[in-house]
């Protein structure tokens, strides 16, 4: 099993910045890719981005492009998901989630494990 747990959400202004963490425990020797999803208030849970744990390729869904950040930190088993120059609709609960496919990208159903989700609402 692993367990993802995120942290850092918060409440910003719009044009602000948020870091968000995904820290992993337990078999996260199994997982290759770490992905960022987001579910507004009566939307469906969507992809922002994903990182791939043995090289770092990047992957980012276009509305977060040159905005939003994926980085990790392997000894330390975290994923990290910088987000500038936010907009009231990038709100929504954060997940932090992994997959064990080194392919995987926006599609959540590839993703086994999840975290509880964090809350960022950016106000405008």
């Known amino acids: 099993q692993v367990q993802p747990v995120e942290s850092g959400g918060g409440s910003v202004q719009a044009g602000g910045s948020l870091r968000l963490s995904c820290a992993a425990s337990?078999?996260?020797?199994?997982?290759?890719?770490i992905g960022w999803f987001r579910q507004a208030p009566g939307k469906e849970r969507e992809f922002v981005a994903s990182?791939?744990?043995?090289?770092?390729?990047?992957y980012y869904t276009d509305s977060v492009k040159g905005r939003f950040t994926i980085s990790r930190d392997n000894a330390e088993n975290r994923v990290y998901l910088q987000m500038n120059n936010l907009k009231p609709e990038d709100t929504a609960v954060y997940y932090c989630?992994?997959?064990?496919?080194?392919?995987?990208?926006?599609?959540?159903?590839?993703?086994?494990?999840w975290g509880q989700g964090t809350q960022v609402t950016v106000s405008s």
């Open positions: 989630a992994a997959s064990r496919y080194s392919s995987s990208t926006y599609n959540s159903r590839e993703y086994a494990y």
């Open positions: 990182i791939r744990r043995t090289d770092g390729w990047t």
């Open positions: 337990g078999r996260t020797f199994s997982t290759s890719v």
